[in-house]
């Protein structure tokens, strides 16, 4: 009889437990040991559970993925290439391969004093004591088997750490790559922004089109008094790979916090964002464009919590969807009952170009104090045949009309980014996932 989905990831757990960083740390032993644990009871999610009642993981639970070796990887020009390529001008670049830290493709530079960024195996082996409190503070609160997974398995990621009123000179660009088949990575990444300090991260992506890999990523943020942290996530997987990914963030007084995720990749992708405005005055902005095509599946799950008054949420999601493709939206707002003078406001706009494409779109508010300013709403439709119409009076062909139209519906999201570089790369992007090309202005 063959193994179960969970059997074989608890067989990998014990195969792979002696070379895991930090094996020789009693309470990280305990962690991963608690996470198995929780794992094996939890297992995968199921369509039963509401979280996951429109995205299936039952292709995940089949295959045999498996724990990838430890050793840096080997000369490779071709990836240097491509990695070469994939960076964005002007950032400090950490590269990961195959879910292990490269030093000799990164370029990270001279940071400012006070601002650490290091590989999470390298602290977790040299110096662990600064990482213990915030990878063990949701060993008994996992919102999925996935997470558990996660911290059962991490073997590497990226660690920066902000002193007070500090902050890189340039963004950071995390990069991750994937260039083997039928493997599976478990990153965990942990930023900790001290009392005004200022960072500007991207989270990027990638594997080698056409190859069957499983992406199992977490990013877990802290920020404290003031400080301000901007996270941007690219997905851009191979359409044959799993990616599913979860970005926890605390939010002390005055905090501001700036989402972006883009999700361009994956046959399946995952991602839930949970905000904590834990704190007085903290403010944070979601922003997401998901675009799909083929029989692609996409599924955002966000939440934010307001805990405390005076707080202030902005979310902003579209998506456009084409083929036979499904996506699925569900952002959750939640004003505490000692949450007065919460403003806090959400939308999901989504364009069909398909009628065999698919959108489940769920906007919920919970509203436990009475001095608020609360809003939500969801849109679904097609691209409108008056504006199609005008283009063609104008000499614009059927399908470039179409292209133009989607693009334009699309690009407002990428335009809201302040990180030039990031803009210009999703701008490209962009176009490449139009049914029709759209020439870059000149």
């Not at 199609?388 to 104008?394: A, E, F, V």
């Amino acid at each position: 009889m063959s193994a179960t989905g969970v059997e074989h990831y608890l067989a990998e757990f014990a195969r792979v437990e002696a070379a895991l960083p930090g094996r020789r740390l009693p309470w990280l032993a305990r962690a991963r040991q608690q996470a198995r644990e929780h794992f094996a009871q939890a297992g995968f999610p199921t369509l039963s559970h509401e979280d996951w009642k429109y995205t299936s993981v039952a292709g995940i639970e089949r295959s045999r993925f498996t724990v990838g070796p430890t050793q840096s990887g080997k000369p490779d020009a071709a990836l240097a290439a491509r990695i070469e390529s994939l960076a964005l001008p002007g950032a400090h670049l950490m590269v990961f391969v195959n879910g292990r830290h490269q030093p000799q493709w990164s370029r990270i530079g001279v940071l400012p004093a006070g601002v650490e960024l290091l590989s999470l195996a390298a602290m977790l082996e040299r110096t662990p004591e600064p990482v213990e409190a915030l990878l063990c503070r949701r060993v008994s609160n996992y919102p999925s088997g996935f997470a558990a997974l996660n911290t059962a398995f991490m073997a590497d990621g990226a660690y920066i750490r902000l002193a007070a009123g500090t902050a890189p000179d340039k963004p950071i660009h995390l990069l991750f790559v994937t260039t083997e088949p039928e493997l599976v990575t478990h990153t965990r990444n942990l930023v900790m922004a001290d009392e005004g300090s200022r960072v500007c991260i991207v989270e990027h992506h990638v594997g080698v089109e056409g190859l069957g890999y499983f992406t199992n990523c977490v990013t877990d943020v802290v920020a404290a008094r003031d400080a301000q942290v901007e996270h941007h996530k690219v997905q851009q997987e191979s359409l044959k790979a799993f990616h599913i990914a979860g970005v926890n963030m605390d939010q002390g007084h005055g905090s501001r916090f700036t989402s972006s995720a883009f999700a361009l990749g994956g046959g399946l992708a995952r991602a839930d964002i949970q905000v904590g405005l834990n704190a007085e005055r903290a403010e944070c902005s979601l922003d997401g464009l998901y675009m799909t095509g083929g029989r692609q599946h996409i599924d955002h799950h966000t939440r934010i919590d307001h805990a405390r008054p005076d707080g202030k949420s902005r979310e902003f999601y579209k998506g456009v969807l084409a083929g036979a493709s499904r996506a699925v939206f569900n952002g959750k707002v939640v004003v505490h009952p000692n949450a007065q003078h919460t403003d806090a406001h959400q939308s999901n706009r989504n364009l069909l170009l398909s009628e065999n494409a698919e959108v489940d779109t769920k906007p919920q508010l919970e509203i436990y104090a009475d001095d608020v300013k609360c809003s939500h709403g969801a849109t679904v439709g097609q691209l409108d045949p008056d504006q199609i119409y005008y283009l063609r009076s104008r000499g614009v062909d059927d399908a470039s009309a179409r292209a133009l139209l989607t693009f334009a519906f699309a690009a407002e999201m990428v335009n809201r980014l302040g990180l030039a570089c990031l803009r210009a790369r999703l701008e490209t992007l962009l176009r490449g996932h139009l049914p029709e090309p759209v020439e870059a202005p000149t």
